[in-house]
């Protein structure tokens, strides 16, 4: 193949990478995005499983409140980063059976929202614990 051939088969080339960068350049952003998405997601459900465990670790001493429990689960959930205030529900505190606590809090997909509007609009994220009331 002499200098002639090769130059016109370049030429034909000539703006390919440029297509294919306009082409795949927006599925790798949706990417990137639905990345940081289901990583808050998952950093918002670990928050709430650590704020449930927490606060029904306090539940089963006898001196707490359940007032107290419920203040303790939503100071760990906003304590980590969740600005949406949390629900939480303390379960009845009888001696030598289980204390329930369950903490909500809603979720809202930031940047994949537009494109599921229906099925990534907004999750509300629970954790319940479950351990024994002491005497």
Known sequence: MNAIQRNR??????????????L???????????FVDFGRLMWTQTVVNSAA???????????????????LAAKRVLDGGIKTP?????GARNSNEPVSVTVSVGFDFL??????????????????SVMVHQP
Do not use: C
Not at 12 to 22: N, W
Not at 24 to 34: E, G, N, R
Not at 53 to 71: G, I, K
């Open 24 to 34: 795949l350049l927006p599925i790798f952003m949706m990417l990137i995005l639905a």
């Open 86 to 90: 949390p629900s939480v529900l303390v």
């Open 111 to 128: 940047m994949l929202a537009d494109l599921a509007p229906g099925v990534l609009a907004h999750r509300n994220i629970s954790s319940t």
């Open 53 to 71: 465990a927490e606060a029904a670790r306090l539940a089963v001493l006898p001196e707490p409140s359940n007032a107290a429990v419920a203040d």
């Open 9 to 22: 088969r370049a030429r034909g080339q000539r703006g390919s990478i440029s297509v294919e960068a306009a």
